[in-house]
């Protein structure tokens, strides 16, 4: 009886007894299948929700850059824009182009007040 009962420990305990598919009869396998099937269907809900978790995370990343090299390209443009169309610049762009454009002798007056 002593020796039956090692040979059922050696033979639980062995690699193949697991991949063979023996463990799958034991009573406490048998007893909670759907705690066991409900368990898996979670880890692998878990897992596919934390995947796109990454993704979305990764995209904000990406879109977050994408905005702050937009904004350095706008303020840019904006002070680029800004220096063109001082009066200076303007004047000496009309002078290039022999437009033959001058600029007002007299300060604007109001017509009415």
């Known amino acids: 009886m002593a020796e039956n009962k090692r040979k059922k420990k050696k033979k639980e305990n062995s690699f193949l007894y697991i991949l063979g598919g023996g463990i799958l009869k034991e009573d406490f396998i048998l007893k909670h299948t759907k705690m066991i099937?409900?368990?898996?269907?979670?880890?692998?809900?878990?897992?596919g929700n934390r995947y796109t978790c990454m993704q979305k995370l990764t995209e904000i990343d990406r879109l977050q850059q994408e905005l702050r090299d937009l904004r350095y390209e706008a303020l840019s443009i904006s002070s680029e824009l800004t220096g063109?169309?001082?009066?200076?610049?303007?004047?000496?762009?009309?002078?290039?182009q022999g437009l033959g454009l001058e600029g007002a002798k007299s300060p604007p007056y109001e017509l009415f007040k």
């Open 37 to 47: 099937v409900l368990i898996v269907i979670l880890v692998f809900f878990f897992i």
């Open 84 to 96: 063109n169309s001082r009066q200076s610049q303007i004047e000496s762009l009309v002078e290039r």
